[in-house]
């Protein structure tokens, strides 16, 4: 009775999240709303956070009744629904020829997690749909395009197949088949009823096959070489191989960065960081200090939670100056990015061995902020931020 309400509300509150409400909203909506973010980023940063705990209430439902959350509150499968009403009586086709694999991705996902690299949390529903709401607003570009396909090929597919996505490829609604699954075999069967030995052996089986299956494929991918090169990533990231799987690219942390130095990747140097927030200094903005918006947004602790007075251990890159192209080595007083530093990492310094002035620069201090760069008045690239290590 109260199934479609349910689930418009649920389409609306990701809406009036993006637009409308205060940027610290969106974690705990995504969270709240999917219990596999939250478990998964829980489990992979090894903290748990208010937000990770407002699942527990969904969590419960769905172990009280199997495919709760589907059946009354996700404002995808009302995507999935509409859609499959255009294809008529046709759209009524058997999804049984295609295999569970949102079961085995989400298994394999939170076992992965524990090794630090989560396989398909990207395609969890409901950052998808906020991906595709965090792009609606955005000017065309491809980053757009790459971020509303997945939730237009949901809907493509539902046309002839309803419930295909559902049934058979959502991460999410296997993580909620995995709990039924988990509560079957954990409560005991009530009095005149028979629980098949059979089932329990295939549910411990499939579980033991994933986990193992997780933790293999996670491990390979935080082993995978460094050989390509690094990226600028936000500050407060967590480490460069579980940050391009833990981001769920909902494009919350891109939206609300003020100097627009956040940027979707759409040409990475490997598939795993495709779309994965980076910074480009590009337009001569920097990070400024008083700033932590893409920490208040990010959903799965891809970006970690920091204060303002935290704000200087946040290292985004090192900064490196081309020291004969400097004003200063040129015999022309300049110490624009020196008054500009706002953590004070940057001096003067005169060499009586050269008697030339350079600009040095306090590596302990310096966050790679890149706000000294736009202060520099030479035509010539004097100040780059590079990624640390490379």
Not at 113 to 119: D, K
Not at 130 to 156: D, S
Not at 244 to 252: A, Q, T
Not at 347 to 361: L, M, N, P, Y
Request: hydrophobic share 45%; glycine share 10%.
């Amino acid at each position: 009775m109260f199934r479609r309400p349910l689930r418009m509300a649920a389409l609306a509150l990701a809406v009036l999240a993006v637009f409308f409400l205060p940027v610290g909203w969106v974690p705990y909506i995504v969270r709240t709303l999917s219990p596999f973010v939250g478990l998964t980023s829980s489990i992979c940063t090894r903290t748990v956070s208010i937000t990770a705990l407002l699942s527990l209430p969904i969590l419960l439902l769905i172990l009280r009744r199997k495919r709760w959350f589907c059946q009354r509150l996700c404002p995808v499968g009302l995507i999935c629904e509409g859609c499959g009403k255009l294809g008529g009586k046709k759209s009524r086709r058997s999804i049984k020829w295609c295999p569970a694999l949102g079961r085995w991705g989400a298994i394999g996902t939170l076992a992965a997690a524990a090794v630090g690299f989560p396989l398909v949390l990207a395609l969890d529903p409901i950052a998808i749909l906020f991906a595709a709401i965090n792009a609606a607003g955005q000017p065309g570009t491809w980053a757009v395009g790459l971020a509303l396909a997945p939730l237009l090929l949901i809907g493509l597919i539902s046309i002839p197949f309803p419930h295909l996505w559902c049934g058979r490829f959502c991460p999410l609604g296997g993580f909620q088949d995995l709990l039924t699954d988990i509560r079957s075999l954990l409560v005991p069967r009530e009095k005149g009823t028979v629980q098949k030995g059979g089932r329990r052996v295939d549910i411990m089986r499939r579980s033991f096959i994933g986990v193992a299956l997780g933790t293999l494929i996670g491990k390979c991918g935080r082993g995978l070489p460094a050989n390509s090169p690094k990226r600028l990533r936000p500050p407060g990231a967590v480490e460069e191989q579980t940050f391009k799987s833990l981001c769920v690219r909902c494009g919350s942390c891109t939206r609300v960065c003020p100097t627009r130095i956040l940027t979707p990747d759409i040409n990475p140097p490997d598939l795993p960081g495709c779309l994965a927030p980076r910074l480009s200094f590009d337009n001569l903005r920097g990070c400024v200090s008083d700033c932590k918006a893409c920490s208040d947004v990010c959903p799965s602790g891809a970006i970690s939670n920091f204060t303002i007075e935290e704000k200087p251990l946040q290292t985004i890159g090192r900064l490196v100056i081309d020291h004969e192209a400097c004003l200063l080595f040129q015999d022309t007083e300049c110490g624009f990015c020196l008054d500009l530093c706002p953590y004070k990492a940057l001096r003067s310094e005169f060499s009586r061995e050269t008697w030339t002035a350079s600009v040095v620069v306090a590596a302990d201090q310096c966050n790679g902020c890149g706000l000294c760069l736009k202060a520099c008045p030479t035509e010539e690239i004097v100040m780059r931020i590079q990624p640390v290590g490379s």
